[in-house]
């Protein structure tokens, strides 16, 4: 046994919170990734979007992983407000308000937007109205990619975002030192607690996310039917 282990004898179990929560915090980036990856193929078919999809790299550290989504959502963000930018430049005034007057119907300003689209690009798919309405009023998605990237940030700034993805295959006291580093074994409630502060609220923000971008992908595969 570890002389840490004998000086602090919760240690063992602080070890194993730690592995569960490092692996929770994987979990919930990879679904973040694929999450994304969903909503840029649906930008990318349906409004002209370029959008390059992403992979979560196993051989890179936490942060380099951050720094690839925060990248793509800052991409989407742009994409969102030029579509805005788009609707306000071609539309009439009376009608660019209409899109985001919560009393109008939702097939009026989809035939508007559609209507846009077609002139933008010569023709456009039956839902690119559908998914441009979608988008432009959904405050869900614009507020959760700005928390997202908010936490993905602090996340890679923290103690957590030298670690390697790859560390699950490594034995339990390789684990934790790629875990821990320099930061001392009698320090593992601290680290634990750290992991659990931001575990908790990433996990929040990745389900909103999550969720939002279900509802515009949701849409585009019934109208597909």
């Given at each position: 046994?570890?002389?840490?282990?004998?000086?602090?004898?919760?240690?063992?179990?602080?070890?194993?919170?730690?592995?569960?929560?490092?692996?929770?915090?994987?979990?919930?980036?990879?679904?973040?990734?694929?999450?994304?990856?969903?909503?840029?193929?649906?930008?990318?078919?349906?409004?002209?979007?370029?959008?390059?999809?992403?992979?979560?790299?196993?051989?890179?550290?936490?942060?380099?992983?951050?720094?690839?989504?925060?990248?793509?959502?800052?991409?989407?963000?742009?994409?969102?407000?030029?579509?805005?930018?788009?609707m306000k430049e071609k539309l009439e005034p009376v009608l660019y308000q209409k899109l985001y007057d919560i009393k109008e119907p939702e097939l009026?300003?989809?035939?508007?937007?559609?209507?846009?689209?077609?002139?933008?690009?010569?023709?456009?798919?039956?839902?690119?109205?559908?998914?441009?309405?979608?988008?432009?009023?959904?405050?869900?998605?614009?507020?959760?990619?700005?928390?997202?990237?908010?936490?993905?940030?602090?996340?890679?700034?923290?103690?957590?975002?030298?670690?390697?993805?790859?560390?699950?295959?490594?034995?339990?006291?390789?684990?934790?030192?790629?875990?821990?580093?320099?930061?001392?074994?009698?320090?593992?409630?601290?680290?634990?607690?750290?992991?659990?502060?931001?575990?908790?609220?990433?996990?929040?923000?990745?389900?909103?996310?999550?969720?939002?971008?279900?509802?515009?992908?949701?849409?585009?595969?019934?109208?597909?039917?």
């Amino acid at each position: 046994m570890a002389l840490s282990d004998l000086l602090y004898p919760d240690n063992p179990k602080r070890k194993q919170e730690l592995i569960l929560l490092h692996q929770e915090l994987l979990n919930c980036m990879s679904a973040n990734f694929h999450a994304t990856n969903e909503l840029v193929g649906v930008l990318n078919e349906h409004l002209g979007c370029t959008i390059t999809h992403i992979q979560m790299r196993e051989s890179s550290t936490v942060k380099e992983n951050c720094d690839i989504i925060i990248q793509v959502m800052s991409e989407i963000q742009h994409q969102v407000q030029k579509i805005d930018s788009d609707m306000k430049e071609k539309l009439e005034p009376v009608l660019y308000q209409k899109l985001y007057d919560i009393k109008e119907p939702e097939l009026e300003k989809i035939a508007i937007a559609h209507k846009v689209f077609s002139i933008i690009f010569g023709e456009a798919t039956s839902t690119a109205g559908m998914v441009a309405i979608k988008l432009l009023g959904c405050n869900l998605l614009t507020l959760t990619v700005s928390k997202l990237i908010g936490l993905l940030a602090q996340i890679g700034a923290s103690v957590l975002g030298g670690i390697s993805v790859t560390i699950l295959g490594l034995g339990i006291e390789m684990i934790l030192h790629a875990i821990l580093g320099a930061v001392e074994r009698n320090q593992l409630l601290t680290a634990v607690r750290s992991y659990e502060k931001h575990l908790a609220e990433f996990k929040a923000a990745s389900e909103k996310y999550q969720h939002a971008i279900y509802e515009v992908t949701s849409l585009v595969r019934q109208q597909v039917q």
